[in-house]
C-alpha cells in the first residue's frame, strides 16, 4: 500500500529536536492508523539527492510529503516544492527555525519564498517566527502555528540510560544537564551559551563542589571555533561531556535536577524547556525569547545573570525535598492534533 504521508527530515540520528519531533509524530501518527514512511536527507549531496532509487520511490508515492527543515536547507527545500509540483503532489513544510531577513542573500530568499508559496501549508513552530515570515513574505497566508513539542514517545522512556552516566550522577548530589544539537555561532558568539555554560562550571567547582554537569551534544561535527571551549569542557572533573551521543536525551533528563537552556536565540519554543516542566524539573533558561511562566530566566548572554539564578535555584531546592511527581500530558496542547488536520490538504 502506497504511504499517505512520507515524513521527510533529520530523522533517526543524529538525535536532535528535528529527529525527536520526527520519531515522536510518527509514533502519533501510526496510533491514529496514518500509512508512514519516513526517510531522511540529512547529510548527503544536494544534487544527488534525488539519485537515490529508494528516496525517489518515496517521494513518488506518498499523497502528501511533509519536510520538517530550517533556514539553512534552502537548496533542499527548492528541489523538494520542484519535485511535488512537477508531481502535482501536496506537501507541507515544518519550519523548526528560520533566521532568514533582508539581509539573507536575494537568491537564497527567493528560493525560500518559492517553495513556500506553493506548499499547502506552511507550518511555524511559534507566533514570534509566523510573525517574521509575514514580514518577509506578506504574500504567504497559508502559515499555521503548531508548536513542536509532543509527548515522548514510548520508544524514548524505555530506553536505558547508558551505564557511564549512571555512574557519574551518582557521584554528586546535584546533577545538571545541558544538551545542544551542535556547538556554532551565531552573531560571533556561541549560539548555545556554551561559554556561560563553562563559566557556571568553574563557579560550581568552587562554591559547590556537590553539583555535576552531564553535557550532551547530538554530534561531534562543531564549529572549529567553539573546539577549545569543547576541549576545556572536557577536561573539567566536574563535567561528562557526551560528544555525539546516539542515545535518546529523554532517560537523561528524567534523571537531572537542574536542566539548562542558555541560548542566545531559540527558533521558537525549546522542547528542553517544555520537557524539563513535563518532568518537573528545574529549568533556568535565557529570556533571549518568550519562554512562558515555568523556566528560571536569566539574562541572555549575562554570566554574572545566570550565575545568581542558579544560586538562587540551589538554595530553593535545599528546602524542597523529594522532585514532585511528573505532569499530566493533558496540560499540554496536543500539537499531534493539530498536524494530523493538516493532511486534509487536497
Given at each position: 500500500m502506497k504511504p499517505e504521508v512520507l515524513l521527510l527530515g533529520h530523522f533517526p540520528k543524529p538525535i536532535g529536536?528535528?529527529?525527536?519531533?520526527?520519531?515522536?509524530?510518527?509514533?502519533?501518527?501510526?496510533?491514529?492508523?496514518?500509512?508512514?514512511?519516513?526517510?531522511?536527507?540529512?547529510?548527503?549531496?544536494?544534487?544527488?539527492v534525488f539519485s537515490i532509487a529508494g528516496l525517489w520511490r518515496l517521494l513518488r508515492g506518498a499523497r502528501v510529503l511533509?519536510?520538517?527543515?530550517?533556514?539553512?536547507?534552502?537548496?533542499?527545500?527548492?528541489?523538494?516544492?520542484?519535485?511535488?509540483?512537477?508531481?502535482?503532489?501536496?506537501?507541507?513544510?515544518?519550519?523548526?527555525?528560520?533566521?532568514?531577513?533582508?539581509?539573507?542573500?536575494?537568491?537564497?530568499q527567493r528560493c525560500w519564498k518559492f517553495a513556500l508559496s506553493h506548499a499547502k501549508r506552511v507550518v511555524c513552530i511559534s507566533s514570534e517566527m509566523n510573525s517574521r515570515l509575514q514580514a518577509l513574505f506578506p504574500s504567504i497566508k497559508h502559515t499555521v502555528v503548531v508548536p513542536s513539542f509532543l509527548p515522548f514517545s514510548q520508544l524514548e522512556m524505555n530506553a536505558d540510560m547508558p551505564e557511564r552516566i549512571k555512574a557519574f550522577i551518582s557521584r554528586y548530589s546535584t546533577n545538571v544537564v545541558f544538551n545542544a544539537y551542535r556547538s556554532s555561532l551565531w552573531n560571533d558568539e556561541p549560539l548555545y551559551g556554551e561559554d556561560l555554560l563553562l563559566e557556571l562550571v568553574?563557579?560550581?567547582?568552587?562554591?559547590?563542589?556537590?553539583?555535576?554537569?552531564?553535557?550532551?551534544?547530538?554530534?561531534?561535527?562543531?564549529?572549529?571555533?567553539?573546539?577549545?571551549?569543547?576541549?576545556?569542557?572536557?577536561?573539567?572533573?566536574?563535567?561528562?561531556?557526551?560528544?555525539?551521543?546516539?542515545e535518546f536525551f529523554a532517560p537523561v533528563l528524567a534523571n537531572a535536577d537542574i536542566s539548562l537552556r542558555l541560548t542566545r536565540d531559540d527558533g521558537g519554543p525549546s522542547l528542553t524547556v517544555k520537557e524539563a516542566e513535563l518532568l518537573n524539573i528545574d529549568c533556568i533558561a535565557s529570556d533571549a525569547v518568550p519562554r512562558g511562566e515555568s523556566p528560571y530566566l536569566f539574562c541572555s548572554g549575562d554570566v554574572v545573570s545566570l550565575v545568581n539564578v542558579f544560586d538562587e535555584v540551589l538554595q530553593q531546592r535545599s528546602g524542597q525535598g523529594n522532585k514532585q511527581d511528573s505532569q499530566s500530558l493533558d496540560q499540554f496542547v496536543d500539537a499531534s492534533e493539530l498536524v494530523?488536520?493538516?493532511?486534509?490538504?487536497?
Open positions: 529536536g528535528v529527529s525527536i519531533h520526527l520519531l515522536r509524530l510518527s509514533s502519533i501518527l501510526g496510533d491514529r492508523a496514518v500509512s508512514l514512511s519516513f526517510t531522511g536527507i540529512i547529510g548527503l549531496n544536494v544534487q544527488k511533509h519536510y520538517h527543515t530550517d533556514e539553512r536547507d534552502w537548496k533542499k527545500a527548492f528541489l523538494v516544492a520542484c519535485w511535488c509540483l512537477l508531481r502535482r503532489q501536496n506537501y507541507v513544510f515544518t519550519l523548526h527555525s528560520f533566521r532568514v531577513d533582508s539581509a539573507t542573500p536575494s537568491w537564497q568553574r563557579h560550581c567547582q568552587h562554591h559547590h563542589p556537590s553539583v555535576g554537569f552531564t553535557v550532551v551534544f547530538a554530534t561531534s561535527d562543531h564549529d572549529d571555533r567553539s573546539l577549545p571551549m569543547i576541549q576545556q569542557l572536557q577536561d573539567s572533573k566536574n563535567v561528562m561531556l557526551l560528544n555525539g551521543f546516539g494530523h488536520r493538516l493532511y486534509s490538504v487536497q
